[in-house]
T-cell receptor, first 118, second 109 residues
Framework: KAGVTQTPRYLIKTRGQQVTLSCSPISGHRSVSWYQQTPGQGLQFLFEYFSETQRNKGNFPGRFSGRQFSNSRSEMNVSTLELGDSALYLC?????????????????FGPGTRLTVL | GIQVEQSPPDLILQEGANSTLRCNFSDSVNNLQWFHQNPWGQLINLFYIPSGTKQNGRLSATTVATERYSLLYISSSQTTDSGVYFCAVWLNRDDKIIFGKGTRLHILP
């Protein structure tokens, strides 16, 4: 099976712009989670989608949003970019049949999108 | 919320040495996973281990859920083992997944 893929791999934007990142999970996986990794804050949970529904969201402002399509592919969007949004954005897919608020089971990560905001 | 502490923060070893990485968590959890992040940023799943012991080649992990810790053992280290090791914990009923700050491992040739 193909792994988790993320596009684009690298992105440079300027303050005030918006950006959309894409994640394709492993075939058959219905849960997709998004994370932000920065040197200062480490890895932080953004949100998780299961069957096109956002089940949970971390402590990020409303500028961070996402969605999931019927084929389980997910996108996250960041509007009005700030310098502090520069980070590695990772998505993970899980074969999760559990209908609780978070994935249940092994998470498989994509290679990430490195976003630089100038 | 749950607190996760990993120790040691940094570890430098000679190739061939063994190591033990620790992950302590402040509350009971339903899920625990160990990852290795390589120098290119890719997070690679090592173990999904909410309890018990698992082994995969030179790596093994043990989680003692009642005592709120997990250990990752690396035997006969190789230079390719270098990188950052993270543990992540979460509750099925909770609202977020918490990562530790990681252990940075350097294996010297």
């Amino acid at each position: 099976k193909a792994g988790v893929t993320q596009t684009p791999r690298y992105l440079i934007k300027t303050r005030g712009q918006q950006v959309t990142l894409s994640c394709s999970p492993i075939s058959g996986h219905r849960s997709v989670s998004w994370y932000q990794q920065t040197p200062g804050q480490g890895l932080q949970f953004l949100f998780e989608y299961f069957s096109e529904t956002q089940r949970n969201k971390g402590n990020f402002p409303g500028r961070f949003s996402g969605r999931q399509f019927s084929n389980s592919r997910s996108e996250m969007n960041v509007s009005t970019l700030e310098l502090g949004d520069s980070a590695l954005y990772l998505c993970a897919s899980t074969l999760s049949r559990y209908r609780g608020p978070l994935p249940h089971g092994t998470q498989y990560f994509g290679p990430g999108t490195r976003l630089t905001v100038l | 919320g749950i607190q996760v502490e990993q120790s040691p923060p940094d570890l430098i070893l000679q190739e061939g040495a063994n190591s033990t990485l620790r992950c302590n968590f402040s509350d009971s959890v339903n899920n625990l996973q160990w990852f290795h992040q390589n120098p290119w940023g890719q997070l690679i799943n090592l173990f999904y281990i909410p309890s018990g012991t698992k082994q995969n080649g030179r790596l093994s992990a043990t989680t003692v859920a009642t005592e709120r810790y997990s250990l990752l053992y690396i035997s006969s280290s190789q230079t390719t083992d270098s990188g950052v090791y993270f543990c992540a914990v979460w509750l099925n009923r909770d609202d977020k997944i918490i990562f530790g700050k990681g252990t940075r491992l350097h294996i010297l040739p």
